[in-house]
């Protein structure tokens, strides 16, 4: 917004242009976001911080984690902390997000344990299909059918094994 202000000693006019981009900077491979309602952006990247330590820290439940940032901000400047705090988590929640081919991928829920149970099942529907195992009962045709329609709902993201991030859906 451009403004003009006269000054009144020397009859000059003032003009400054003044608009405010606050946005918090990439991060988690998200873009920069782009925060129009806020006006510090010192105040922003405040906020900002706070989430990166509660991000980073994941003791402290976020209800009482924002109550301290509340008791120790003044409440004319939390709008600007807040929108910095909910926008970094906004980063890191899509950044969460999986793609429709990651979902396609997926292979397992749980531990390593979880996918060998469902390697072992897909390979026993597999020997069914094959016709190489045949079910003699109404009941166990039943069962096949009830077990591989689990197997088409189990996904796991990422690989199983020590030290992977497993992602529960």
Known sequence: MTYSNRNPRVGQVKRASHQNRCSIPPA??????ELPMATRNNL??????????????????????????????PPRYWDDVEAGFMGRLQQRLDSEQLTDDELKQALAVGSSVTKDLHESASRLIQLALDGELVATTYAGADHLGQLSKLIGRITCVGPAGSGAREVWR
């Open 28 to 33: 988690d491979g998200r873009p920069p976001v």
């Open 44 to 73: 922003v990247q405040m906020g900002c911080e706070a989430a990166e330590r509660y991000l980073g820290e994941g003791g402290q439940g976020l209800p009482l984690f924002l109550a301290g940032i509340r008791q120790n901000t």
